[in-house]
């Protein structure tokens, strides 16, 4: 499995519009074998004002290249485009899912979800046996950052995500990397298929 990742930077007056654009991208995609993976607002992190970090997933190769040809010259390059003219810049990976473990949350869950993303960048794998909840951990294959670096998204309990804003012990599952990390701190959209 493979996700594309874009962190967006979107025009302050276009956030509504940024979203429908973005909706109407993935509904365009589907026929394709895409599939919609998450829509966060970063709610602290580098710049967090007005970012979005969003996720499609494909099954292989050949659905990213059919994707990717559709997008930059075929039927999908007008929604592209519209999803261009509410932002003002974007930063995508390509991932690789390594890892991947969830549970449909309940509704109460679901409405309360506070999402973990930390990168690193040393070659050690991030400690996921203690993760709690949902998790997926993803491998840098270009794009974004360091190739190979690792990426886990989980949802955490609001009390250690406190705990992580404070710098204090870090959350169960946190990353076990010899290099740098970075940490988002996530809200989904109503609609996130990931939530």
């Keep these: 499995m493979l996700v594309v990742q874009e962190m967006s930077r979107v025009k302050g007056s276009s956030a509504s519009d940024f979203e429908m654009a973005t909706q109407k991208l993935w509904q365009q995609a589907q026929p394709y074998g895409v599939v919609p993976g998450w829509f966060f607002e970063i709610s602290h992190g580098t710049g967090p004002s007005y970012r979005v970090v969003s996720g499609l997933r494909f099954p292989d190769w050949g659905v990213w290249d ?8 075929g039927e999908l390059a ?38 973990i993303a930390q990168t690193g960048t040393g070659s050690e794998e991030p400690a996921t046996a203690a993760v709690r909840g949902p998790y997926l951990v993803m491998r840098a294959v270009f794009g974004g950052g360091d190739p190979g670096a ?34 988002w701190i996530l809200r989904p959209v109503a609609w996130s298929p990931l939530r």
């Design 66 to 73: 059919t994707f990717n040809r559709a997008l930059l010259f």
């Design 78 to 115: 007008p929604a592209g485009e519209e999803l261009d003219r509410y932002r003002h810049d974007s930063d995508s990976s390509l991932l690789e899912v390594v890892s991947e473990m969830g549970a449909p949350p309940s509704e109460a869950e679901a409405a309360a979800s506070i999402w």
């Design 150 to 183: 690792t990426t886990t998204l989980r949802r955490e309990a609001a009390a250690d995500v406190l705990d992580l804003l404070l710098d204090r012990n870090a959350p169960a599952g946190g990353h076990a990397v010899g290099g740098r990390t970075h940490t």
